[in-house]
């Protein structure tokens, strides 16, 4: 996948990929996942757009299990 046009509005948004997550059976090998992330991020970078990390820890209030 290549990145092609870029709106200057464009923010990067990457919620999770911390290792407990990517550790998680994935859709894709988390390698894969990890690539093009990487890709993403570079090219947001190269183009001065922002780029959010978000890593959610805990649980929501009142949950007891992980699903």
């Not at 990457?14 to 988390?30: N, R």
């Not at 190269?46 to 007891?64: C, F, K, M």
Request: a positive charge; proline letters at 6%; zero cysteines.
């Amino acid at each position: 996948m290549s990145i092609t046009a870029m709106d200057r509005r464009s923010a990067l948004v990457v919620v999770d990929l911390q290792k407990g997550v990517v550790g998680l059976p994935l859709a894709h090998s988390a390698e894969e996942v990890l690539a093009r992330n990487a890709e993403l991020l570079a090219a947001f970078r190269r183009r001065r757009l922002p780029v959010v990390l978000v890593n959610v820890a805990g649980a929501p209030p009142g949950a007891t299990t992980w699903e």
